[in-house]
């Protein structure tokens, strides 16, 4: 398709329609943010790509790791997100799926738990040491002679997809508006953006937000602007319901992925990410599981940093190797029939550099890519629309200029 074709393709039946403000991405944290802009009396457009997507959300172990706040700022956010959820099925008139269970970090033969323990000390609940019996007795699926051992805290879990409906029908019934568009671009007036347009309609607005996740970096480049925002393909299992029963969320205590996130972006590696189809670093697989309520289990997971979010990726030797990995700790629960699935999963190297306006582009503002997103998400969308319309918030102050 050439130029002018594209450009015309972009305007043929175009309407104009004038909102407060735009959300972009229909995932856990554009639906949350939708919700608690439109709860303020504003009047909100949520923008989304799919009907049905494959995104992070809809893939996650749906984990809520309220005891992980490392500082004041982001032990209060654990605080109220795990708030929140306690009470979000009533709030939204759905079932979340939210329970509270044990998180079970299995540590391998040939490391020592107390040591590995020292790692968890700095967060706001640290961690029980159990010996390879002790843990076992809590969780009865695991192979006592592939850990010496494993740690021990509290952790919540909820459905991430169930959650994300919830939200936006209720977005719904506030009176916001939902959208399915194939592809947005960025309206721009100077060095304001002042709208969306799609393929059929113009969506103006004073105020811009980005959620969309681990496309985010795309879709800024494909509009000349840039923000620290990436992104890594993960892979898991899904597996079909079982009368298999998982009684806590099983991750290593060695994870690597947060490692990975991080030195993928150091800046020796920054020129990778401008290219196509780049291995910025070798993959990492963090074996673990999860069982959510109608017996399914999320096996995984791969995390591989691909500067491409459309790469190629084996899934039959990515499935076969969570299996091996898997089996050894939970070895009945690693042979369950189940489907490879593939996401991309967003972070940045600075959190809340991804939280708050775009630089020099008045009226965009970014709601994507920080850490432990599922317990944040709730709280930090109430405290970033309270900004949105006008009110002090020391939340917001501490991390943006919203």
């Not at 009047?43 to 959300?57: F, R």
């Not at 959650?163 to 721009?188: D, H, M």
Request: proline share 7%; charged share 15%.
């Amino acid at each position: 398709m050439n130029e002018e074709s594209t450009s015309l393709a972009w305007s043929v039946n175009e309407k104009v329609s004038t909102y407060d403000w735009i959300v972009i991405g229909g995932g856990i944290t554009g639906a949350t943010l939708a919700y608690e802009l439109v709860k303020q009396g504003l009047n909100v457009l949520l923008l989304e790509k799919n009907t049905s997507p494959d995104n992070a959300t809809r893939y996650s172990y749906g984990g809520l790791a309220y005891w992980s706040g490392t500082s004041p700022l982001t032990r209060q956010l654990c605080e109220e997100g795990i708030t929140i959820h306690r009470q979000l099925s009533a709030e939204l008139d759905t079932d979340t799926e939210f329970r509270e269970l044990d998180l079970i970090l299995t540590v391998s033969p040939e490391d020592n738990p107390a040591t590995l323990a020292q790692n968890y000390q700095s967060f706001a609940i640290p961690p029980t040491i159990l010996t390879p019996e002790e843990a076992c007795q809590k969780e009865p699926l695991l192979n006592p002679n592939a850990l010496s051992g494993a740690l021990l805290l509290p952790h919540g879990q909820m459905n991430p997809y169930k959650t994300n409906q919830g939200y936006l029908a209720a977005f719904q019934r506030l009176g916001g508006t939902v959208a399915f568009e194939p592809g947005v671009r960025l309206q721009q007036q100077a060095e304001k953006i002042v709208g969306v347009q799609t393929p059929t309609t113009h969506y103006s607005a004073a105020h811009t937000v980005v959620c969309a996740g681990g496309l985010t970096r795309q879709l800024l480049r494909e509009n000349g602007m840039t923000a620290p925002v990436y992104f890594t393909h993960a892979e898991v299992i899904e597996t079909v319901p079982t009368g298999l029963k998982l009684h806590s969320v099983i991750m290593p205590a060695a994870l690597q992925r947060f490692s990975l996130e991080a030195n993928s972006t150091q800046p020796d590696k920054q020129p990778l990410w401008e290219e196509a189809n780049q291995e910025i670093l070798p993959p990492i697989l963090d074996p673990g599981a999860v069982q959510m309520q109608d017996g399914s289990f999320r096996l995984g997971q791969w995390s591989r940093v691909l500067s491409s979010p459309d790469a190629m990726i084996d899934p039959q030797t990515s499935e076969t190797q969570i299996r091996q990995r898997v089996g050894a700790i939970l070895p009945t629960v690693a042979q369950l029939p189940g489907r490879w699935r593939h996401c991309l999963v967003a972070f940045s190297p600075e959190t809340w550099h991804s939280v708050g306006p775009v630089d020099n582009r008045e009226g965009l503002y970014l709601f994507s890519g920080f850490s432990n997103p599922l317990v944040f998400t709730p709280a930090l969308a109430r405290h970033f629309a309270t900004c949105a319309t006008g009110q002090e918030d020391p939340i917001l102050e501490q991390i943006s200029d919203l």
